[in-house]
């Protein structure tokens, strides 16, 4: 035996032990870094937002609107009072026909006209007047959560 052959097979099974080991420390699962945590953040919320919902029907589109905006000025005045004008956002405003199907058939009832207003507070001391007013000016309180700022 030559010592080219000697040198060629001493690097054969250098690297095939390294491949070796390398594959068996891969599959073993020698290559896989892994953690656990968990955290608790607890926060005060800061602020709160009153959602209100104005829907009126009636045979006619312009008359449920007409209605809609009715309840809306009184309780923007009401709410612009407590100092909440700036506070006041629109959502949403949807007017769509009304339907009955009890029949079988297709019966018109009308229209109706739905208006979302949400009412952005930081000082949670007005949510029982935010919640009072918009009820007497006509509207329904959707929901009332209580959120972070940021």
């Not at 290559?31 to 955290?39: C, I, K, Q």
């Not at 009184?74 to 959502?91: D, I, Q, W, Y």
Request: charged share 25%; glycine share 8%.
């Amino acid at each position: 035996m030559n010592f080219q052959t000697k040198k060629g097979k001493k690097s054969f099974v250098i690297v095939v032990v390294v491949l070796v080991l390398l594959f068996g420390f891969y599959f073993a699962g020698g290559a896989t870094v892994s953690s656990r945590g968990s955290a608790v953040l607890k926060a005060q919320p800061d602020k709160a937002i009153v959602n209100v919902n104005i829907e009126q029907r009636d045979e006619s589109a312009q008359v449920a609107k007409e209605r809609v905006n009715e309840i809306n000025r009184a309780l923007m005045e009401n709410l612009s009072r407590l100092g909440l004008g700036e506070s006041v956002e629109l959502v949403g405003y949807n007017v769509y026909p009304e339907y009955n199907w009890e029949t079988g058939e297709r019966k018109d009832e009308g229209y109706v006209v739905n208006q979302q207003i949400s009412v952005t507070l930081e000082d949670f001391e007005l949510i029982d007047e935010v919640l009072d007013v918009s009820i007497d000016s006509g509207a329904l309180v959707s929901y009332l959560s209580f959120e972070l700022s940021e």
